[in-house]
């Protein structure tokens, strides 16, 4: 598996609260992208990064923000946790040659 | 933007015989088709992918044709053994200096009995 870690890995919150989660990489990469996991609806992008201080949005950012302020780490912040926010929430790896994405090992967050 | 149908939903194939997945894709800007595998409780991970100047493309028992005119791409799977269970994803992008938006398929559960 390419160098990504995902912190925390499972999280119980409650409505209304903030959550951050946290991808950190070791493989110097650009691209950085979190994804939320959900049945039915396999993988959808919520915001990406093509660089340090640049995002953007992805399919499904409301309620969602994100920041990097380092190579190696991609911030999302739930700024007011809903119970539609429960999911599984991966982040994912790709360097410009080739395109290929990796993905971290997944962040299990339930909003009660 | 992009839309990405896939089928079917579940596969159940005896050990041996051959799977296939198929997507369709709505962009006619997508030239980058990847294909993920995931296991239960674990990370998806890429198995093959193919580029739009490309028709076909094969890795030991995997591969994936790609029809631009039709859109639409399809996972072949050969002589499928046990550990091939898992849930399979289509996607798709349009490459471009910006990073690789992925749009995915909904997944196909996959079988595999003895």
Not at chain 1, 13 to 32: S, W
Not at chain 2, 42 to 62: A, F, H, T, W, Y
Not at chain 2, 74 to 93: G, K, M, N, R
Request: glycine letters at 8%; hydrophobic letters at 25%.
């Amino acid at each position: 598996d390419a160098g990504i870690t995902q912190s925390p890995r499972h999280k119980v919150t409650e409505t209304g609260t903030p959550v951050t989660l946290r991808c950190h990489q070791t493989e110097n990469h650009r691209y950085m992208y979190w994804y939320r996991q959900d049945p039915g609806h396999g993988l959808r992008l919520i915001h990406y990064s093509y660089g340090v201080k640049d995002t953007d949005k992805g399919e499904v950012s409301d309620g969602y923000s994100v920041s990097r302020s380092k190579t190696e780490d991609f911030l999302l912040t739930l700024e007011s946790a809903t119970s539609s926010q429960t999911s599984v929430y991966f982040c994912a790896i790709s360097a410009p040659a080739g395109y290929e994405q990796y993905f971290g090992p997944g962040t299990r967050l339930t909003v009660t | 933007g992009e839309n990405v149908e896939q089928h079917p939903s579940t596969l159940s194939v005896q050990e041996g015989d051959s799977a296939v997945i198929k997507c369709t894709y709505s962009d006619s800007a997508s030239n980058y088709f990847p294909w993920y595998k995931q296991e239960l409780g674990k990370r998806p991970q890429l198995i093959i992918d193919i580029r739009s100047n490309v028709g076909e493309k094969k890795d030991q028992r995997i591969a994936v044709t790609l029809n631009k005119t039709a859109k639409h791409f399809s996972l072949h799977i050969t002589e499928t053994q046990p550990e091939d269970s898992a849930v399979y994803f289509c996607a798709a992008s349009e490459l471009t200096g910006g990073g690789n938006k992925l749009t995915f398929g909904t997944g196909t559960q996959l079988k595999v009995e003895l």
